[in-house]
């Protein structure tokens, strides 16, 4: 049940996005509106998402957030996040991207899917997913929230599209068939030191089971997961911040490498 009105929604969604357009902090939205919910936070990602498209971006897909169990205890929740992804948030793999584009950019280790069939909830299950995914590939996602010191709650954070902001996809593209995705080994490595480790059961005790979520996230607001998709499903390691003159690679077994190199 939403709490603020049409007006507010608007002029939140407008905010934050300014945030993220100029790089630059602001505090969370619920220091001002504390009795924010989750539609409302919603609503302005939405919000978000049409005022992109209206000015030519063409959204490529989702992005799944707190995919990990002992995060959702963690923050009290039951159920991931989510944000969308738009083309202009995509780095071309091995490419030089600016710090500069960030406030305080992260980067995780995720498996990427891309549908080959429309996924519509609600009961959407993990095996719907694997019938309907065209192949997986290794991902980097760059993350960087727009709230002043990484600070937020679960609501200001989907309303800032779970901070959304940069991916970068490569490596080898493989079909599922034959891939035990809750088993396959996955390293973040920073200027090519192994920092990070972990499996895919880290997301949602398997990846598909956060594209599964994903779409039946979407149907409680009426959307669907379309087909050719790209669903990042979840982050494998831990956030790690970087500067300029680092290197980030993500090697997932049997399925190659991704890196991406951030300069000034």
Same mark, same amino acid.
């Given at each position: 049940? &939403?709490?603020?009105?049409?007006?507010?929604?608007?002029?939140?969604?407008?905010?934050?996005?300014?945030?993220?357009?100029?790089?630059?902090?602001?505090?969370?939205?619920?220091?001002?509106?504390?009795?924010?919910?989750?539609?409302?936070?919603?609503?302005?990602?939405?919000?978000?998402?049409?005022?992109?498209?209206?000015?030519?971006?063409?959204?490529?897909?989702?992005?799944?957030?707190?995919?990990?169990?002992?995060?959702?205890?963690?923050?009290?929740?039951? &159920?991931?996040?989510?944000?969308?992804? =738009?083309?202009?948030?995509?780095?071309?793999?091995?490419?030089?991207?600016?710090? =500069?584009?960030?406030?305080?950019?992260?980067?995780?280790?995720?498996? %990427?899917?891309?549908?080959?069939?429309?996924?519509?909830?609600?009961?959407?299950?993990?095996?719907?997913?694997? %019938?309907?995914?065209?192949?997986?590939?290794?991902?980097?996602?760059?993350?960087? &929230?727009?709230?002043?010191?990484?600070?937020?709650?679960?609501?200001?954070?989907?309303?800032?599209?779970?901070?959304?902001?940069?991916?970068?996809?490569?490596?080898?593209? =493989?079909?599922?068939?034959?891939?035990?995705?809750?088993?396959?080994?996955?390293?973040?490595?920073?200027?090519?030191?192994?920092?990070?480790?972990?499996?895919?059961?880290?997301?949602?005790?398997?990846?598909?089971?956060?594209?599964?979520?994903?779409?039946?996230?979407?149907?409680?607001?009426?959307?669907?997961?379309?087909?050719? &998709?790209?669903?990042? =499903?979840?982050?494998?390691?831990?956030?790690?911040?970087?500067?300029?003159?680092?290197?980030?690679?993500?090697?997932?077994?049997?399925?190659?490498?991704?890196?991406?190199?951030?300069?000034?």
């Amino acid at each position: 049940m &939403s709490t603020l009105s049409q007006e507010q929604i608007k002029q939140l969604a407008e905010h934050l996005e300014n945030a993220q357009l100029e790089c630059r902090e602001v505090i969370k939205i619920t220091d001002d509106h504390p009795d924010m919910d989750f539609d409302d936070a919603y609503d302005i990602q939405r919000v978000i998402r049409a005022r992109k498209q209206a000015r030519g971006e063409t959204i490529v897909g989702y992005k799944m957030g707190l995919t990990s169990r002992a995060k959702m205890e963690q923050m009290g929740v039951d &159920s991931p996040v989510y944000g969308f992804l =738009s083309d202009r948030f995509e780095v071309q793999e091995s490419s030089a991207v600016p710090v =500069s584009r960030f406030i305080h950019p992260k980067v995780e280790a995720e498996i %990427a899917f891309v549908t080959k069939r429309e996924l519509k909830g609600p009961g959407c299950n993990v095996a719907q997913v694997l %019938a309907a995914t065209e192949f997986v590939m290794p991902a980097i996602e760059i993350i960087d &929230s727009r709230y002043k010191d990484f600070r937020f709650d679960l609501v200001s954070v989907i309303a800032d599209n779970a901070s959304s902001s940069g991916f970068v996809t490569g490596g080898t593209v =493989s079909g599922v068939e034959g891939l035990d995705l809750r088993s396959l080994g996955v390293v973040l490595e920073i200027n090519g030191e192994p920092v990070e480790t972990a499996a895919g059961a880290a997301v949602l005790g398997h990846p598909a089971n956060s594209v599964a979520q994903l779409a039946n996230m979407l149907a409680e607001h009426g959307e669907s997961l379309p087909a050719g &998709s790209l669903v990042l =499903s979840g982050a494998i390691t831990a956030a790690l911040a970087v500067k300029p003159g680092d290197t980030a690679t993500v090697r997932a077994q049997g399925l190659g490498s991704v890196s991406i190199r951030f300069t000034e």
